[in-house]
C-alpha cells in the first residue's frame, strides 16, 4: 500500500521548526518550489492494497534528492552552516 505522510507543525520546547529555519534557507525555497504531488499519482499503479504501508513517495524522492545534494556540498566545501540539516527536517516534514 502507498503511504501517504500529512505533515503538522509540531512545537519543540515552545519554537516552532519553521521559525529556527531561515527564510533564504535552501531546503526552505526547494520545499515552496517543488511540488512534488504528482508522484504520488504517478506511482500509485506500483503499489498493492494490502498490507503494511511504504514510505510516502514524495518523502522518497525527498530523501534522495537531498542525498544528491549533500553529496553535491561536500565536494563543494566541506563546513556548511547547520541551519542546511534544520531546513531539510523542515523540508521533508520529519
Known amino acids: 500500500m502507498q503511504g501517504s505522510k500529512s505533515y503538522q507543525e509540531k512545537l519543540f520546547v515552545s519554537v516552532r521548526l519553521s521559525e529556527r529555519v531561515p527564510?533564504?534557507?535552501f531546503y526552505r525555497r526547494?520545499?515552496?518550489t517543488l511540488n512534488l504531488?504528482?508522484?504520488r499519482k504517478m506511482t500509485a499503479k506500483y503499489y498493492g492494497t494490502?498490507?503494511?504501508k511504504s514510505i510516502d513517495t514524495e518523502v522518497f524522492f525527498q530523501t534522495d534528492a537531498?542525498?544528491?545534494y549533500?553529496?553535491?556540498q561536500f565536494r563543494q566545501e566541506?563546513?556548511?552552516n547547520?541551519?542546511?540539516a534544520t531546513g531539510y527536517a523542515l523540508f521533508s516534514g520529519v
Open 37 to 39: 504531488s504528482y508522484l
Open 82 to 84: 547547520s541551519s542546511n
Open 78 to 80: 566541506n563546513n556548511r
Open 30 to 32: 526547494v520545499k515552496e
Open 50 to 52: 494490502e498490507g503494511q
Open 23 to 25: 527564510q533564504n534557507n
Open 70 to 72: 549533500r553529496k553535491y
Open 66 to 68: 537531498n542525498r544528491l
